[in-house]
């Protein structure tokens, strides 16, 4: 598979964690939902958590998105759900239209747990025009799959597996290269699986959430042991395409 030509990009135009974190870039709770229930569960799929602004956590520039049960502590923020997690969104402040994403992340295994990187375009569940830059389901840290999603119907999507790198064993640069015409996902600057073409309903901007799920429909039952896990995020960045 090819190399990512990095010489090809275009100028950068977003960056978060490193050396500086910007909350004011983040949001940490799902772009849908208003202010109640759906904002802080996802209610479609099984999934078993509620996700916490304070189950992130920033250590010399990395953050640290962490996965538990629920304890007494957390009341009214746990919506009743027997697991509590983390994500971040760039809704609020970061959207764009084609380009070269990329987020260098150590992804944690065990059965249940369900970590996932990806471009929305809408802040509506209900609209399904999503690109996975990666998901992993369980303890299959090394089998990464790529997706895109263009509809609410059982085919409205295309969706790779690949095997290259162990997303839990340590850190990895997940990238996407999104251009007019092709969708080309990357592992370490190495393409993996293969280019697709860009689907009609993928013009317009998208922006980023990185997730660590638990339980759900593709997930299952959580395996007890698998707790706490953590999803560890370098950095992340994204590039405009060269005029």
Not at 94 to 104: A, D, L, N, S, W
Not at 206 to 230: Q, R, T, Y
Request: glycine letters at 12%; proline letters at 6%.
């Amino acid at each position: 598979m090819a190399l990512l030509d990095r010489s090809s990009l275009g100028p950068l135009t977003f960056a978060g964690f490193g050396h500086h974190v910007d909350w004011t870039r983040w949001d940490r709770r799902w772009p849908w939902g208003g202010e109640g229930k759906g904002a802080y569960t996802i209610g479609d799929d099984g999934s078993l958590c509620a996700y916490l602004a304070s189950a992130v956590t920033v250590r010399d520039g990395t953050a640290c998105l962490t996965a538990r049960p629920a304890t007494p502590a957390d009341g009214d923020r746990a919506w009743g759900m027997p697991y509590v997690s983390a994500l971040l969104s760039s809704f609020r402040c970061f959207k764009q239209t084609y380009g070269y994403f990329e987020v260098r992340a150590r992804f944690p295994r065990g059965r249940g747990l369900h970590p996932g990187i990806g471009l929305y375009r809408n802040p509506d569940a209900s609209v399904e025009d999503e690109i996975d830059l990666v998901e992993t389901i369980g303890e299959d840290s090394q089998g990464a799959f790529i997706s895109l999603h263009y509809g609410a119907g059982a085919h409205d999507s295309v969706s790779q597996q690949v095997r290259a790198y162990d997303t839990a064993a340590r850190m990895v640069t997940h990238g996407l290269l999104w251009t007019p015409k092709t969708l080309t996902w990357f592992q370490n600057d190495l393409q993996v699986g293969a280019s697709v073409p860009t689907h009609a309903s993928q013009h317009d901007p998208m922006s980023l959430i990185i997730n660590l799920g638990v339980g759900g429909d593709w997930a299952g039952p959580p395996d007890p042991k698998a707790f706490p896990a953590h999803l560890l995020v370098e950095g992340v960045r994204a590039y405009a395409l060269k005029a």
